[in-house]
């Protein structure tokens, strides 16, 4: 099952002047080289005792400010983020021998944005953000099935859905966005930019495989 790492190289010469410019190189990349999902990245919290939790998520929007994606906020990671503000985030663009893994601290994204973009998703995945009580016990599969077939008929389609208050976005402002890109003899290429606590600007840093 072991690898072979020898699609490319990565050095500081190469790098954008920015994390947020590099990072859209690289998806882009990814986008264009085929990769499924692009935008699926593996979030990673902690609750207020430590314990880690993870699980794949889709970014919605990426800027200066950071990493978007949007979610109940009543989940395990919502619960996660509001008792420890901090997460990770990796995105596993295999296929091209590249990852991408952030850290940092996590905000709300304001009312109105969230509103914005609820009103853009499918008619079924606004339903279904008012049908799941996510990562809570349910008896059984139909439960959820007559949840959103109530819905439904409460909300035909064509018929706007409101955002359901305990659904929202989640920002992750970046403390350090590392680009890691896979070389022969596990000799990898791991170049970070890090956020300097006193100066407030970025500084990169080339890390030991």
């Known amino acids: 099952m072991r690898g072979f790492y020898v699609a490319g190289t990565l050095d500081e010469s190469d790098l954008a002047g920015t994390w947020l410019t590099q990072f859209e190189r690289w998806l882009d ?12 990245m593996v979030m990673s919290t902690a609750d207020a005792s430590g314990r880690p939790s993870a699980r794949t998520v889709l970014l919605k929007s990426v800027d200066e400010r950071g990493f978007v994606l949007y979610t ?32 940092g601290a996590v905000e709300r994204v304001a009312d109105a944005e969230a509103d914005e973009y609820f009103a853009t998703r499918p008619h079924g995945s606004q339903l279904g953000a008012l049908a799941s009580h996510q990562s809570r016990v349910i008896p059984s599969r139909a439960v ?20 359901p208050r305990h659904w929202g976005g989640l920002r992750i402002v970046p403390e350090s966005v590392e680009f890691w890109q896979g070389r022969a003899d596990r000799l990898h290429d791991r170049l970070r930019y890090r956020r300097d606590e006193r100066s407030g600007g970025w500084v990169v840093e080339r890390l030991a495989p």
């Open 72 to 103: 109940n906020l009543e989940s395990r990671k919502g619960r996660d983020v509001a008792a420890n503000p901090y997460a990770s985030l990796v995105f596993p663009w295999i296929a091209l021998h590249r990852q991408v893994v952030v850290n």
């Open 144 to 163: 959820l099935d007559q949840a959103r077939a109530e819905l439904a008929l409460r909300y035909p389609d064509g018929r706007g859905v409101p955002r």
């Open 29 to 40: 990349d990814a986008i264009n080289g085929g990769v499924p999902e692009s935008n699926a």
